[in-house]
């Protein structure tokens, strides 16, 4: 699994989940709130990605994520343990 995969799958996730986004170009280095994502939908979107890419990642482990980079960092942390 690459970074770049990652990106795809959490950007997918948070087009379809936030309003507006259709034709939107996630960029990584923003933070989801940056895309009017709430705590519920960056929720949503963490837990969709995951399940999508088949990896567990302990709640505590997420919570100093800023970025979407940051995410996808994590997100292959814990992919290749």
Do not use: H, W
Not at 35 to 41: E, P, R, T
Not at 65 to 72: G, K, S, Y
């Amino acid at each position: 699994m690459t970074k770049e995969k990652i990106i795809e799958v959490i950007s997918q996730n948070i087009i379809e989940n936030l309003d507006d986004l259709e034709n939107e170009t996630i960029d990584p280095m923003k933070s989801m709130k940056d895309y009017g994502a709430n705590s519920l939908d960056m929720i949503e979107v963490v837990s969709c990605s995951m399940r999508e890419l088949n990896i567990k990642v302990p709640r505590a482990e997420l919570a100093d994520i800023e970025t979407i980079d940051q995410l996808a960092d994590k997100f292959l942390a814990f992919a290749e343990a």
